[in-house]
């Protein structure tokens, strides 16, 4: 993908990766397991450090004015590296809406704060009743002089348990179209009136929260925008990063992690499972289409790239194939450990004390977790059946 000049790009990247980061710390990532914040603080700041932690921010906010390409290859050495990934809500969600439309000072305290890693963002969008109809959402913020009182509720907010701030939609107005009277605020998440419970997810890893929110105090100055216009806000940001929902290279990770599990010697005497030509017809079949959503992905890049087909539908079409593709590959992987696969392998036992002389180890650790942790993979960040209906909307439409 690219000329020279990106290839050339992609050693420097790869010298700097091999002399910063710590092996303890890539091993952590690469077995899948969910982000340890402590190495997530470490690698943020090593990579600000460097003037690379917001790749994808425009220069004057302090990011690297990379070209969507380059972003594209920053990531791939970062992912197969092993290199923790940077606070995803704060640099691709919170961060873009910050320089796009916040005021001065939101940017001059938000985001050096952001590209330190000295501030984790969470996203306050969904609610119990409002997930793919996100405009139900009834969290009210009702202004009192120069604060909101805000009362209500979310639901499936990742990481609140470590994270500092939430950018939250919140219910200013009950008339007209519900869209209209959404507002988007930045709430400290130490504030008082803020409960946060946390939801186990299947793969027994805590990511996911309830947000509760009493009477909780927040200054008109952090609104995001103009008062009851979120909603346009919201969209703006859903739809910014196409290369993101794409997960290129955590397939491409997963691809080989399940061609090495596949590559060791079977027990009991028995043959190594990739000589079975069955199982890799279909590990082959899986890589050829990882291949080709590669390409896809590399087309929509330089399409972007020229300013061409800005309105087609491939952030969901990029979405739908990767989310599905990065389940596939999950399970072939989870097939291929046979029965190794079946001992439970917790993040929290692997951080603390990894079991080395446990069955299968370490190969098999994190496989399940990620596994099912990514179940939800083709529900986050917008339902795959609901990406369905934008691809059929937007094609019919053209
Ligand atoms: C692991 C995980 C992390 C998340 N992190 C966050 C977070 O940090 N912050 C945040 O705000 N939210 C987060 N979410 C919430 C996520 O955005 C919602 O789960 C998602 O938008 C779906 O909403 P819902 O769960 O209410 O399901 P619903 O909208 O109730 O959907 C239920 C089912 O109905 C289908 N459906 C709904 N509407 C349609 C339609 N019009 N046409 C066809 N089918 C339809 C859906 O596809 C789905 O299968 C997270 C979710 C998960 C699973």
């Not at 209500?152 to 939609?169: H, M, N, R």
């Not at 107005?173 to 803020?194: C, H, M, N, Y």
């Not at 929110?213 to 927040?218: A, I, L, M, Q, S």
């Not at 010697?265 to 080709?292: N, V």
């Amino acid at each position: 993908m690219g000329a020279l000049g990106d290839e050339e790009f992609r050693a420097e990247v790869r010298a700097f990766i091999a002399a910063e980061l710590p092996s303890d710390m890539a091993s952590r990532t690469l077995l899948g397991y969910h982000p340890h914040k402590p190495d997530v603080e470490f690698w943020t700041a090593k990579l600000d450090k460097r003037g690379w932690a917001a790749l994808n921010w425009p220069v004057e906010y302090g990011g690297t004015g990379w070209s969507i390409t380059k972003r594209h290859i920053f990531d791939e050495e970062c992912y197969l590296a092993g290199c923790p990934a940077v606070n995803p809500q704060a640099f691709h969600l919170v961060g873009p809406i910050i320089y796009a439309i916040g005021n001065e000072a939101q940017k001059n305290f938000f985001l050096p704060k952001i590209r330190s890693g000295e501030h984790f963002w969470a996203q306050g969008f969904s609610e119990p009743n409002a997930g793919s109809d996100l405009a139900a959402l009834q969290t009210r913020a009702v202004r009192e002089d120069d604060e909101y009182i805000v009362n209500g509720q979310k639901i499936w907010t990742s990481e609140a348990q470590y994270c500092d701030w939430v950018f939250c939609l919140v219910r200013t107005s009950t008339e007209g179209r519900k869209q209209a009277g959404i507002s988007f605020l930045l709430v400290d998440l130490k504030a008082p009136g803020i409960t946060i419970r946390p939801i186990i997810g299947i793969e027994g890893g805590h990511v996911l929260n309830e947000v509760f929110f009493e009477d909780v105090r927040v200054p008109v100055a952090n609104r995001i925008g103009e008062e009851n216009e979120g909603w346009t806000y919201a969209k703006q940001l859903l739809g910014a990063e196409r290369t993101f929902s794409a997960v290129v290279p955590r397939c491409k990770g997963l691809a080989v992690r399940t061609r090495a599990i596949a590559s060791r010697d079977g027990s009991k005497g028995r043959g190594k499972l990739i000589d079975d030509p069955h199982f890799a017809r279909r590990l082959a079949q899986l890589e050829i289409e990882l291949m080709a959503h590669e390409a896809t992905l590399a087309r929509v890049v330089a399409e972007e790239e020229a300013g061409v087909n800005q309105h087609s539908p491939t952030p969901s079409i990029l979405k739908v194939k990767g989310t599905e593709l990065l389940q596939k590959l999950g399970a072939l992987a989870i097939e291929a450990l046979g029965d190794s696969a079946i001992p439970d392998y917790p993040e929290a036992d692997y951080l603390l004390d990894p079991p080395n002389d446990a069955p299968g180890a370490p190969a098999a650790y994190g496989v399940v977790s990620d596994f099912l942790y990514h179940r939800s993979a083709t529900i986050y960040g917008g339902a795959n059946e609901v990406q369905r209906n934008i691809i059929a909307a937007q094609l019919l439409r053209a």
